[in-house]
T-cell receptor
Framework: AQSVTQLGSHVSVSEGALVLLRCNYS??????LFWYVQYPNQGLQLLLK??????LVKGINGFEAEFKKSETSFHLTKPSAHMSDAAEYFC???????????FGAGTRLFVKA | NAGVMQNPRHLVRRRGQEARLRCSPMKGHSHVYWYRQLPEEGLKFMVYLQKENIIDESGMPKERFSAEFPKEGPSILRIQQVVRGDSAAYFCASSPDYGSGELFFGEGSRLTVL
């Protein structure tokens, strides 16, 4: 069975500071890993994904994430937060050839001016 | 708009009524997924469908909930005899093929049960 744990339901950073959102997963088979962002009253948008290959994945809006198999982690980072980054972020896992994506509980990011 | 289309965006029902939520996947996508989002919770998988087939409904409540994806027309999530606990945002997503895992989401249907 697969699962996703996002550490911290709320994260607050100052504008220009580093953003770090944590995600750990469990999977009995090689995982596909995703980060999605949700703005208020909207659906989820894909930020980035890892399937195979390079473990450092770059996404939209300056975000990136690194797949660390030994730590079963897929943390999301951005060097410098912008006010427009305030949103809810979801880490998700599916498995190779699978079809059911499992989402974490989400982390709400607040950006202070 | 070539994205995933959901309607209605907002739906209010009284206890005991029926709710029907519709989802048209992106053009060329034949895989549809329904998720439910409760306040302060993540998205919970409900059901995965392909045209005319339910592939996985392990997340669907055993009673009152049903889903279909007919050969023609949108996918429909149907909730009979709604209760207050059904109040939530229901999201539909689609994908172009089996196994990629990447989902394209609609903007959701927000059900309020009075």
């Amino acid at each position: 069975a697969q699962s996703v744990t996002q550490l911290g339901s709320h994260v607050s950073v100052s504008e220009g500071a580093l953003v770090l959102l944590r995600c750990n997963y469990s999977s009995s088979v090689p995982p596909y890993l995703f980060w999605y962002v949700q703005y208020p009253n909207q659906g989820l948008q894909l930020l980035l994904k890892y399937t195979t290959g390079a473990t450092l994945v770059k996404g939209i809006n300056g975000f990136e994430a690194e797949f660390k198999k030994s730590e079963t982690s897929f943390h999301l980072t951005k060097p410098s937060a912008h006010m427009s980054d305030a949103a809810e972020y979801f880490c998700a896992v599916s498995h190779t050839g699978g079809f059911k994506t499992i989402f974490g509980a989400g982390t709400r990011l607040f950006v202070k001016a | 708009n070539a994205g995933v289309m959901q309607n209605p965006r907002h739906l209010v029902r009284r206890r005991g009524q029926e709710a029907r939520l519709r989802c048209s996947p992106m053009k060329g996508h034949s895989h549809v997924y329904w998720y439910r989002q409760l306040p302060e919770e993540g998205l919970k998988f409900m059901v995965y469908l392909q045209k005319e087939n339910i592939i996985d409904e392990s997340g669907m409540p055993k009673e009152r909930f049903s889903a279909e994806f007919p050969k023609e027309g949108p996918s429909i999530l149907r909730i009979q005899q709604v209760v207050r606990g059904d109040s939530a945002a229901y999201f539909c997503a689609s994908s172009p093929d089996y196994g990629s895992g990447e989902l394209f989401f609609g903007e959701g249907s927000r059900l309020t049960v009075l």
